[in-house]
Every structure is written in structure tokens, then in C-alpha cells.
């Protein structure tokens, strides 16, 4: 896919031509090539052929470089090198790499090519560029990079065979003239994987939640739901998800539910709460109604307007005992106590289904007063239920 409209071309070809130069349609492709490799990283090692074929070069890399504990490559992508090398590369040489090390130490040059790092005298005398030699016949090297984050560099990197001699100024500019493509190609690549992995951390956290979360557009449709919440849409209990967004069942609650979405969309910043009645009888389902934030950007295709949470009462939830056992040293039994008491569940009742007789259900209750620093059976439930709102 081409990210670059017509119009921009237009305009990227008038500046050329104001300052005497001319684009050809050998340099558009690769330009249009290295933003295709922004969206899809697997694209890179076309876009690196086209670059290496355009400059004159046998071979090529994509690398990511970390010097948080010494030069570190991340990602390394190769053109034209044999893979038993660059594994030794890797695991070996990295450090020893004298460009990288430039790299490292000269964080803020976009474009290094050989005659910056060492001598053709050096580089005879130099261990890696022995091991180097060993292992193929480039020996000529530009380099252009962008600083994504403090201590990472990315960038790409064109290699040349000794025979073809080192990379003339004029050839060193054109990299560099294409390289500020490729710097805005990478700058956007590492935008989008950030924004990707903020995306798929906050869905794996939303799906690890026991209540069930839908976010809705400001039009009531519903954008997003979280594991929890298909699990609901599917039990049928009086919840329905449609295109016209979130229905229940009971015709009262429904109305009301409608009231305030329609208010949190019309981004009123308060949110309400209520109940929904269960087409099984079982206990009512609690429902939070609120807005979500509308500072989007425009070119986003998702725009969240309001957000509901959703929770069954009668639906054990899994993460507070462990989360109980390791806040409070809580042991199992005292769990299952405890666990039960959140649910609503008094105690002689959980003593009844936990097998256990009334005065020994009170005196883990005492252990557990101990434990979790509180003196009463109401504290005990809100701290708990402060517990459940945040396990994830």
C-alpha cells in the first residue's frame, strides 16, 4: 500500500526540481517501498533490495541497536549475507562492530558511512573487519539511522564489495536525500508498533478482568468488548449486544440503562450506576455507565464515547484469592472465608456451605480481622471489595 498521496509526490517533486534536482521513478519506489516497510515489517527486505540495487550496493541490513549495557542489536534484518555469518555476527561481533561503536558514541549524525569511522590502514589491522573479511566480500558500509528512544537507534545500512571501492560523495547523498525518507518511514514504524503494543498490553489487561467492559461510539454501537463481556453476550441472561448497542432484557431497565448512555455520551462527567434484573433470577447484574475521553486523533477508526462495566454477583472470581493469600498471608481456608463474605454471603451462612461450625468460622474470621488489619465485618467486606475492583 502506497502512503504516499499523488499530491504529496507532486509537491516532494516541485522542491526537487526548485533546487535542480529530479526524482526518478527508481528512487519513488524506493521511498514508497520504505513507508510500506513502516506498516509491515516483513516488508523491509524488499525495500532494502530496491535501496541496495538504487545506491549500488550487494547487501544490506535493518537493524535496531541498544547501548543501554553496550551495543545490543535488537532486530537485524540482512540482504545478501550468508545466515550462518550473521548468527556469528550476532552472537560475536556486535560489540567489536567499529561502527557501531561510532554509532553508540556519535548518537546524533542521521548518515555514517567508512570514511567516518576508519582507515582503509586500520581496517586491514582491525580484528573485526578480519573476521569480516573471512566471512564476505563487502567491505564498504553507509549507514543512516533515527533515534526512536534515548538509548535505541534504528536505521539501515547499505554494504559494498571491495572491488566497486568505497561510496563516492555524490552517492553518500543520495542515500542521505533518501534517507530522510526512511527516518520518517522508521519514526512512523516505531509510532505505530508503540501505539500497537500500548493496544495489545491494554486488551490483554481488559480481558483479564472478571467484569465485563464494552466501550461504545457516540453513536451506542459497541466498538470494544472484553472477554468477559462475550462470555455474557453469549450466557443470553439478559444482556444482548446489537447494532444499536447494548440492550437488557428487563424493559424498565433497559429504558434507564439508555438514559444514561445517551448522557454519557453527551459527555456529562459524571456516571451512574444501577441494577439489571436476570431473566434466571439469579442476583442482578451491577452496571457503571460513564464517558470515555474524545481528545482522539482524527485519523483514528476507533472513537470511544462511552464505557460499561458490567458485574455478576454469582460469578466467582478468580484472582482475589490469590491475590488475598499474597497481601495478606491469608491461608486457604481463610480465603474461601473471605471470598465468601465479599459475595454478600454472612457468616453463618459461609460457614454452612464451607462445612465448617459457626464458632470456627468466627475464629478464622478473628485471623482474618488480624491479618488484613481491620476490626469489623463491614471493614473486612469494603477492603475486600477494594481487592476485587482492582484484580486484574
Known amino acids: 500500500m502506497s502512503v504516499l498521496p499523488d499530491a504529496q509526490v507532486s509537491i516532494d517533486t516541485r522542491v526537487l526540481d526548485f533546487v535542480g534536482m529530479s526524482i526518478d521513478e527508481r528512487t519513488l519506489a524506493v521511498i514508497e517501498a520504505c513507508y510500506d516497510a513502516a506498516m509491515d515489517e516483513e516488508r523491509w527486505m524488499p525495500a532494502l533490495q530496491l535501496l541496495a540495487d538504487l545506491i549500488g550496493s550487494q547487501a544490506a541490513t535493518f537493524w535496531v541497536l541498544s547501548s543501554q549495557s553496550g551495543p545490543e542489536l535488537t532486530t537485524f534484518r540482512f540482504l545478501n549475507f550468508d545466515p550462518a555469518g550473521m548468527q556469528y555476527y550476532l552472537d560475536h561481533m556486535v560489540p567489536l562492530d567499529p561502527t557501531n561503536q561510532y554509532l553508540v558514541t556519535h548518537p546524533d549524525e542521521p548518515v555514517v558511512h567508512d570514511g567516518l569511522v576508519i582507515s582503509e590502514r586500520d581496517k586491514d589491522r582491525d580484528p573485526y573487519y578480519s573476521w569480516h573479511g573471512s566471512m564476505s566480500d563487502t567491505r564498504y558500509r553507509v549507514v543512516g539511522r533515527i533515534r526512536p528512544a534515548p538509548s535505541t537507534q534504528a536505521g539501515v545500512a547499505l554494504h559494498r564489495v571491495r572491488q566497486l571501492g568505497r561510496y563516492e560523495p555524490g552517492e553518500i547523498e543520495q542515500f542521505a536525500f533518501i534517507h530522510r ?38 453513536h451506542w454501537r459497541v466498538v470494544f468488548l472484553n472477554r468477559a463481556a462475550q462470555a455474557l453476550q453469549r450466557e443470553g441472561d439478559g444482556v444482548k449486544l446489537s447494532r444499536d448497542g447494548l440492550i437488557l432484557a428487563n424493559r424498565q431497565d433497559n429504558d434507564r440503562l439508555q438514559k444514561f448512555v445517551a448522557l454519557a455520551a453527551s ?17 442482578p447484574y451491577n452496571l457503571f455507565i460513564g464517558p470515555v475521553s474524545r481528545d482522539y486523533s482524527r485519523l483514528s477508526s476507533l472513537k470511544p464515547a462511552v464505557c460499561i462495566v458490567i458485574t455478576d454477583p454469582d460469578r466467582a472470581t478468580p484472582y482475589l484469592q490469590p491475590r488475598l493469600r499474597g497481601v495478606y498471608g491469608l491461608t486457604d481456608a481463610e480465603c474461601r472465608l473471605a471470598a465468601l463474605l465479599a459475595d454478600g454471603v454472612n457468616l453463618r451462612a459461609a460457614a454452612a456451605q464451607l462445612g465448617i461450625t459457626y464458632g470456627t468460622s468466627r475464629s478464622r474470621l478473628a485471623r482474618i480481622f488480624s491479618k488484613t488489619d481491620t476490626r469489623s465485618q463491614p471493614d473486612l467486606v469494603a477492603l475486600l471489595l477494594k481487592s476485587l475492583a482492582v484484580a486484574v
Not at 516505531?190 to 465485563?212: H, I, N, V, Y
Not at 459527555?267 to 442476583?283: D, E, F, H, I, V
Open 181 to 218: 525518507h526512511v527516518a520518517r518511514a522508521l519514526s512512523l514504524g516505531f509510532r505505530l508498533g508503540t501505539l500497537g503494543t500500548m493496544q495489545k498490553c491494554t486488551a490483554e489487561l481488559l480481558d483479564r478482568s472478571p467484569a465485563a467492559v464494552l466501550l461504545l461510539d457516540e
Open 267 to 283: 459527555a456529562t462527567p459524571a456516571g451512574n450506576a444501577m441494577q439489571a434484573l436476570r431473566p434466571s433470577g439469579k442476583r
